[in-house]
């Protein structure tokens, strides 16, 4: 009897970790997921879901240029919080 629940234990623990790091991506978040992003809030979050109704981001330069207010300082902040777009953490550009 204590094995399975030395195996279900396990298994809770793998599947919390595993989706503390999965991060949150910007098109598929729910309102309340972003607001749980450090650096985001209300005002913030309104602005990514109001521009992702449009279309989804297809980048981070796309998400730069259509959410009023961020810039890449920002950004990097966010993706450093677990923030992704499609996919991807902020790579900031070098020139």
């Known amino acids: 009897m204590r094995k399975p629940i030395l195996v279900l234990i396990a298994t809770c623990l793998a599947l919390l970790s ?6 949150t ?6 309102e309340a997921e972003l607001d749980n992003v450090k650096g985001l809030g209300p005002s913030s979050t309104a602005r990514i879901m109001k521009a992702r109704t449009q279309a989804p981001f297809t980048d981070w330069p796309d998400f730069l240029k259509r959410v009023k207010g961020f810039k890449p300082t920002k950004a990097e902040a966010l993706s450093n919080a677990g923030l992704t777009v ?6 900031a550009t070098k020139p």
């Open 25 to 30: 991506e910007a098109n598929l978040a729910t």
């Open 18 to 23: 595993a989706s503390i790091f999965a991060g």
């Open 86 to 91: 499609n996919g991807a953490p902020y790579a």
